[in-house]
Every structure is written in structure tokens, then in C-alpha cells.
């Protein structure tokens, strides 16, 4: 197999209003947008969507469509739910080998909020037998490739694992982390970044990430741009760091320069799955053609149509469709 992706699996219910009203925050830069709707009132939803997510199942998804071997190193309930999930990952021929059975735990649930009439979401998150994920360095090591998605629960001695597997073998890493990895800070994930060949985090994160690094003294201005945020963050060990900014685009930074793509048109109905599309088919992308610029290409087209449809998986895109669109996306070098 070529690939490894570990993390998530839940089952999504994609609940669609237009009775959210969003309040914009900017002086908060960690959480510039809210979504509120009336307390005590009872929200309809004139469409509900049943779909899988999850970001080792979301990525895994990518990778396949692409044509690269993925295999999907996650934990399900044993319930129908889980059962359901596997049956899905097969149907997308990737390999559910590695997939943990919980006897005692659901399979995770989320409930996606979508506001009709910007396509941002909110989700709520039942974690269930995701959170007792437990990743072993002698299973993972054979594989030329891991991304990592969110990691919960003992997240910590998952991350170990994962490390040794990188340190001891030929294994490439590429790493998404999670809120809880996030909020960590830059002292307790430095010694992986280290050995982290492609990170990939949205802007929110890498303020974050920023902000927990004491000796970096970043003013408002230099905190909020994503040129400064990737050269500051790049000293930290990663080879490629790249840095999302929703619909604005994304920025990537392998070399001197920092490399910038803007969005695509696609209308947005839904974000959810734009992180995991956007990140599996960068990495997918740099795998199959060794070259950055091309691989923020295929991030971008990717998420952009992801976006366009309800669901974490129903817009992904193969190869053939990806190469054929490449030359709608403009890459500048900062």
C-alpha cells in the first residue's frame, strides 16, 4: 500500500438551514465568526443528508479516487453504523484491514449544521469509539506514506507511535493535526514537526500554533498574515508547511518563497470536508508529481468541488479530473 491515513470515522447527519444568523467577531482572532440562532426556538430544516466523514475515512477517500493505495486506520462501533462505514471505505476499494471494532463504544456521530446562505457550517461531535483509537508502530510501519488526521482520547502515545514508525523506517509523514494537538502548542509537538514531511493547518491553527510559541513575539498585523505565520512556522522543523485561509485560498511554503493559490468559483453549499479534501489531495498530489506548485493546484480544485456538493466525500475528484483543470488556478510566488 502506499498510503496509511489515521484518524476519525463518524457518521454524518447534515442538517440545512437558513435561520442562523452570523455574527462576526474579527477582534477575536481565534474565533472570528459565530453562528447563533434564537435560544429556545425549534429550528426546521427543509433537507437532511445521511453521509460518512471522518478524517481518515474523508482522506482515504482522496487518495483513492486518485489512484494512490490507501488503507484507513480508524476505530468504528460494532454496530450498524461502523458496519455501514466499512462497507462504504470497500465500495471505495480501500482497504479496511487496519479499521478497529469497539465492543463497547458507538461508532462516532456528527451532527453538521449548515447555514444555507453562506454554506459555512458548525459540528457537533460525538467522538464514540474514535477516541479509543489505539495506533501501533508495527502495523503502520509498512507503508510509504501516513497522513494523520485529529487524534483524541491517549492522542499522546499515538503521536509516539506514529513517530517511531517515521523514525525507524522509510515512512513519509503528512499531518493534519487536530484541535487537541493544536492547543497543545508548538513546545510539546516541535520534536515531531521535526519529522514531519508535509504539515497542513488553516489559519485559526497556525495563529494558535504562534501564539503558544513564547519567544515569538508576533504584533496583530504579522500574527494575522499567512506569509509571515508559514516562514515562522517552516523554523520549526516541518519540510512543507501549509497554511488554508477558507475561501480566500492557501499558502504553501517548501522553499525560500511562499507559494499562493486562490479559491476556486465554485459555489459553496457546504465546508465540510473542505480541510480533509484539501489536505489528501495536496499530499496526493505532491506524491504523484513531486512538485508543490502542482500539488497546492490539486488541493484547491479538489476542496472546491467537495464544497460545491452536501457531504464530506460526494465531490471528490480523480486524477484525470484534476489534471484537466489544473490551468484554472492561479499560483503566485510571495
Not at 501516513?146 to 499531518?175: C, F, Q, R
Request: glycine share 10%.
Amino acid at each position: 500500500m502506499n498510503i496509511i491515513t489515521i484518524g476519525g470515522a463518524t457518521r454524518d447527519i447534515t442538517f440545512i438551514t437558513d435561520k442562523g444568523r452570523v455574527i462576526e467577531t474579527p477582534e477575536n482572532l481565534m474565533e472570528q465568526s459565530l453562528l447563533a440562532f434564537e435560544y429556545g426556538a425549534k429550528i426546521n430544516s427543509e433537507e437532511v443528508f445521511f453521509n460518512f466523514g471522518g478524517g481518515s475515512c474523508n482522506t482515504a477517500a482522496t487518495f483513492s479516487k486518485l489512484g494512490i493505495s490507501a488503507a484507513a486506520n480508524c476505530r468504528v462501533g460494532n454496530d450498524d453504523d461502523g458496519k455501514s462505514m466499512i462497507k462504504n471505505l470497500e465500495k471505495l476499494g480501500i482497504n479496511t484491514n487496519l479499521i478497529q471494532s469497539d465492543e463497547e463504544r458507538k461508532t462516532g456521530f456528527s451532527l453538521v449544521v449548515v447555514n444555507k446562505k453562506e454554506g459555512d457550517r458548525v459540528i457537533f461531535v460525538y467522538k464514540g469509539a474514535s477516541d479509543f483509537l489505539n495506533v501501533k508502530e508495527e502495523e503502520i510501519k509498512n507503508t510509504e506514506w501516513i497522513y494523520l488526521t485529529s487524534l483524541a482520547g491517549n492522542w499522546e502515545e499515538d503521536l509516539a507511535e506514529i513517530n517511531k514508525a517515521v523514525e525507524n523506517g522509510k515512512v513519509k509523514l503528512a499531518w493534519n493535526p487536530g484541535a487537541e494537538q493544536i492547543s497543545a502548542g508548538k513546545n510539546k509537538l516541535e520534536k515531531f514537526f521535526k519529522n514531519t514531511e508535509i504539515l497542513i493547518i488553516n489559519k485559526d491553527e497556525a495563529i494558535e500554533l504562534a501564539a503558544s510559541d513564547e519567544k515569538l513575539k508576533l504584533d496583530f498585523n504579522e500574527i494575522n498574515n499567512v506569509e509571515v505565520l508559514a516562514k515562522n512556522i517552516k523554523k520549526w522543523g516541518a519540510k512543507i508547511v501549509v497554511i488554508t485561509d477558507g475561501s480566500n485560498g492557501a499558502y504553501a511554503h517548501g522553499g525560500e518563497k511562499v507559494l499562493y493559490a486562490s479559491a476556486t468559483l465554485n459555489k459553496k453549499i457546504d465546508s465540510t470536508g473542505a480541510g480533509d479534501s484539501f489536505g489528501s489531495a495536496f499530499t496526493g498530489g505532491y506524491i504523484l508529481t513531486s512538485d508543490i506548485e502542482k500539488a497546492l493546484k490539486y488541493g484547491i480544485i479538489n476542496s472546491g468541488s467537495v464544497v460545491s456538493e452536501y457531504g464530506a466525500q460526494n465531490g471528490i475528484l480523480g486524477r484525470d479530473e484534476i489534471e484537466k483543470r489544473l490551468d484554472e488556478v492561479k499560483v503566485s510566488w510571495l
